[in-house]
């Protein structure tokens, strides 16, 4: 029978790992949701602006809680 205890080491270890790679990601989402708002040329403060902005964040956020 196997054994189903990990040492902890490489459970930090694996865990560390992905948080990196999953802040790395949301980084590089991030830079491109402020890429794609530039592209828009609204106003911070314009409606559209802020629309775009909620929606874009909602999309990283159910993208990064599925990875």
Known sequence: MQSL???L???NERH????TTL???LETLEAQ???ILLDLKLGKQ???????????????AELTTRA
Request: charged share 25%.
């Open 33 to 35: 949701r402020d890429h």
């Open 5 to 7: 205890i990990v040492p």
């Open 9 to 11: 080491d490489s459970t």
């Open 23 to 25: 802040l790395s990601q």
């Open 46 to 60: 314009a409606a559209g602006y802020k629309v775009a902005l909620k929606a874009l964040n909602r999309f990283i």
């Open 16 to 19: 560390s790992q992905r948080s």
